[in-house]
T-cell receptor, first 112, second 115 residues
């Protein structure tokens, strides 16, 4: 029969604008959080990570914000470019091991 | 530095068969994790190996198994294949040492189709 896929939230932004992708995580024991970018036909690519003892971390054009009180993570992309079009996953992990739980992903579409 | 290599890239198998997928981690990485990615379930953790030992396991049936060799290369095996096993199987490697998680690098995956 026909398979039912996850309905990925989609965010459409104009080229040059800033993008904000949000993620709610579930495990209060998680202490390591990662954002991945997955382009069509490729494996996920690490973007930026943050540990639970921080609430903000900046990379090149990207910033991750962590709010442990409400278990919320966000990824901000400055000056979004067409090459940023992809599915973005947040992931959480408890301390010590590599068991990582991924969110369902958000599809980012950049309008030229 | 070579990235994570997964072989084969594509595979077609028949229901009831078994399949073995291979993953070569980045040189120096000792942790290898496996994930299943499907449109219906997203990315789901299968298991993680470190120094030839399974250190963590997800919620998959016993038909899914894996192993890691002394050179950190890993294989995963799926026996008695079902149609629902059709998916992209991803491998990720990381240093894996120390009490804190470290950045994981993914391979391009093996696309398994069960017919």
């Amino acid at each position: 029969g026909e398979s039912v896929g996850l309905h990925l939230p989609t965010l459409s932004v104009q080229e040059g604008d800033n993008s904000i992708i949000n993620c709610a995580y579930s495990n209060s024991a998680s202490d390591y959080f990662i954002w991945y970018k997955q382009e069509s036909g490729k494996g996920p690519q690490f973007i930026i990570d943050i540990r639970s003892n921080m609430d903000k971390r900046q990379g090149q054009r990207v910033t991750v914000l962590l709010n442990k009180t409400v278990k919320h993570l966000s990824l901000q992309i400055a000056a979004t470019q067409p090459g940023d079009s992809a599915v973005y996953f947040c992931a959480e992990s408890p301390g010590g091991y590599q068991k990582v739980t991924f969110g369902i992903g958000t599809k980012l579409q950049v309008i030229p | 530095k070579a990235g994570v290599t997964q072989t084969p890239r594509y595979l077609i198998k028949t229901r009831g068969q078994q399949v073995t997928l291979s993953c070569s981690p980045i040189s120096g990485h000792r942790s290898v994790s496996w994930y299943q990615q499907t449109p219906g379930q997203g990315l789901q953790f299968l298991f993680e190996y470190f120094s030839e030992t399974q250190r963590n396991k997800g919620n998959f049936p016993g038909r899914f198994s894996g192993r890691q060799f002394s050179n950190s290369r890993s294989e995963m095996n799926v026996s008695t294949l079902e149609l629902g096993d059709s998916a992209l199987y991803l491998c990720a490697s990381s240093l894996g040492t120390g009490p804190l998680n470290t950045e994981a690098f993914f391979g391009q995956g093996t696309r398994l189709t069960v017919v």
